[in-house]
């Protein structure tokens, strides 16, 4: 029963819940753990038959440094993600701020050291690195020039027929459909090679998710809700079945979502534990009634873990291998401990983990920031112990009014806020004052505090502006600056061992202290792998998808959105991919849903705040729920995207608690003589229905992910007007169109790939992508002039492009061996009209001037004949054949013989 409480004036009364799994039947603690085991296999299962799908391919197969295996774990951890898609793109970093979640990228590295390394970086690569003419045997990863090798004449030198393809499983040199046609398309290629054992990725996304719920079940139901477990293992049970993380687990490159989940909740729960010690080592262990025998199966299972992951990275070289022995021994040390000596954590251990597992979130997604207030917000609603954190949590809001009011005279100068620019100012200056005066209050009584606080704030401030500086400096030979490396020390001394030693407050302070270095810590080693300033200002529409937006239409957008957020929580229904161009439409302040949105908001926030201030639960989960959706919604930042459903994961764990708290509060609310077995029936029966729901949509969402081809062509039908969507199911329509179960259809599916193609130039004239698959369907429909001419428009757009490279290599030899044939057959009119092709294709390769020249020279106009021959020797001034028969020209009034066309 909840506890009675004496109604308050006319305002809500919120009471706690106060019971420990009154509808739950679980007769033990460990029974919640099984069933997250349980159902999240069920649910998830389905997934392991999953290719790869979005943009996988651009983590994982187009990044050489992962199929490197974990010799590519150093360039993972010192580089952006997408620096490697980048390359071989020929394009620089187009989104602010960088990518920089290296942790999942090194475990799809490890896992490329079961599933098979590719040591070149390619899946097909046989690459002359070094330039002397043949290819060598190096062991030196780096400048691997082969995948693997059969040396067939044994004659010790890798011949370029002796390098196997990564499709020939059995190393015979053949293509066998039957064993080496992966993906079952009826094509073996490159494909194959990438979606061999995609399994395992899969299976380590589910059982890495259960293992996140896991712990933050854990985290809720031993530090926050101790006195409520039914609404710990709701919470968790919910999160786990919510369908809006299908696409984090059924998407592989989203695992950076799932780490940072395992390692937010095991941050809160050392945090937790650190901070009310006594109460720790009063409490009884996990594993204070398992049997000795039990203790020791565990120890060995960890030692087999820790012990395969070293040897995974055993070829990752020094830099990452020391680090890598050292935490290995800790957790052995730690787990010899726990199991052997039943020896519980010491208190500096406790802030030892609290401070790494929180490194590791931030190296899993920089969403782990926000801990930096959402422990203090949890500890002050939570904790038994009176920190005095009150006071210091209203002057650090006073301390972000301050910066906002900051932020907002700063803005107020720009030209599009000029109008209204002396208005602005005045408001920021009276905000700004306000927090200061607030603040002033406090900062006395807190002023040690505020000094190690200040001390980071500056050390962050310097660090970001000297790698700004870095990144607009426009010699392209300058060193970057590595400066921003010594600042993580200098806090480290001055704000820990000097300043931090004069306060005399408790472990939470010095809990913080710590968090602080950690973040200066990660920002230093990103601030090495990423640029803040995209290397070409962003006028791509899909990257950037406020760019043709009024700025009164960004922001109604932008508040619109979280409208769109807050009913997928609800109603997860239907589920899309992307949500990027064309596929929201810009909103006015005039428009009801984005009013609609503001008030709720605003209201949501005020009673968060308001329930905060009371302890109370839902104000917890409330400002969860905002921490999050401030870094997802393009409020504080612009992310590249609209909306996505993968980045509303974090922004979940306050929705689940606030929908777990209300269902158990509803049922707590029946009378009295309803009696608990029926309550709980009723209950069940609820979970039970929504168990099913949840479990039908989620296998739905997961056949969806497939791959590429089933993910876009039913989420074409979803967002009809979705630039990419389009763009994607009109290349798989192309795609498809020469595989077994399409090739009797080839014309209609390729017709249905250009019309959605079509359709997305439409709507964005400057989409190269679409261009050049337009131009590759065309091409393959036999219509040369339309392929010529989308490709032209991707060229103008994307010069440098490698997939037009590509397309016009292959074109090229096409019409030369088109005008060869006809040439041959003496149709020489016919000849010319695919010849001339070649020239409008590419102008600067003179084979085309050659085989148009000869052409003519058979047909005796001797005078075209010899300016198409003289423009190739002005392209290549040794073209012998050229030169040879400008020679005839000259010398012979008459031919003896018409020469034929060469290929």
Known sequence: MAKKTPPADKQPVFNELDNSFRFFPFKNLKAPYIVIILLGLIFNLTSLHNEYALDDGIIIHQNDHVIKGAVGIKDIMTKDAYESFYRKMNATDQLAGGRYRPLSVVSFALEQEIIGIYPTGNYTATEDKNHNGVIDKNSDPYKAEYNKWNDLNSNGVVDPNECINCWDLNENGKQDLDSEDLNDDGIINEVDCQVKDASIRHGVNIVTFIIGVMLFYLFLSTCIFSDFKDLAFLSALLFLMHPLHTEV??????????FSLIFLSLTFFYSFKYTDYQNYLKTPGFFTNTSDEIKKLYFVIVALIVGFFLFLMRTSGVAVMVPSVAIAGMILYRSYLTFFKNQKYSRNEMLLWASFSFFLSLLSKEYAVTLLILIPVAMYIFHKNDFEIKPFLIALGALAVIAFGAILFLKAGSPDMKK????????????????????????????????????????????????????????????????????????????????????????????????????????AMRLVA???KPGV???????????????????????????KYFMLCWLPHPLSSDYSFNTIEFRSWTSWDTIVSLFLHIGLAILGLWLFMKKHILGFAILIYFAFLLMIGNILMDIGATMGERLLFHSTIGFVIAFAWLILKAFEKIPNSVSLTTKRIGFLSLLAVMTFLYG???????????????????????????????????ARYIDLSDTKNFVAHRKESLEKGIKYLKHAVELHPRYVNGYLNLGLGSYKLGRDRDALYYWKQAEALYPNNPYLKNYYIVMYNDLLNRGYQKAQRGQLDSAIYELRKTIILDKLNPEGFYNIGGAYYQKR???????????????????????????????????????????
């Open 530 to 532: 990423v640029k803040l």
């Open 420 to 523: 209204n620019a002396v208005m602005l100012k005045a408001a920021a200056v009276v905000i700004a004052v306000g927090g200061g005066y607030v603040l002033s209050k406090y900062f006395k009584r807190y002023m040690n505090i505020f000094l190690v606080m200040f001390l980071f704030i500056i050390s962050a401030g310097i660090m970001l502006y000297l790698k700004y500086r870095s990144d607009i400096d426009p010699n392209p030979n300058h060193k970057p600056n590595y400066g921003y490396w010594l600042f993580p020390f200098i806090y480290l001394g001055l704000g820990i061992f000097v300043v931090g030693k004069t306060n005399k407050q408790n472990n939470f302070h010095t809990l913080l202290s710590w968090m602080y270095f950690v973040t200066l810590f990660y920002l």
């Open 537 to 563: 200002p962003d006028t791509e529409i899909l990257n950037n998808p406020y760019l043709l937006a009024t700025q009164a239409e960004q922001w109604a957008t932008k508040v619109f959105v979280l409208l």
């Open 861 to 903: 106009n001797y005078d075209k004949a010899k300016m198409y021959w003289e423009q190739c020797l002005k392209l290549n001034p040794n073209h012998v054949q050229a030169k040879a028969g400008l020679s005839t020209i000259v010398t012979v009034t008459v031919p003896t013989a018409p020469q034929p066309v060469v290929k």
């Open 249 to 258: 687990i059924a998407n592989v490159k989203s695992r950076d979502e799932i």
């Open 696 to 730: 039908c949509k989620t296998w739905e969402r997961n056949w969806d992910w497939k791959n590429d081809i089933s993910l876009f062509l039913k989420d074409v039908e979803t967002v009809p007007n979705s630039v990419l969507v389009l763009g994607n199911a009109g």
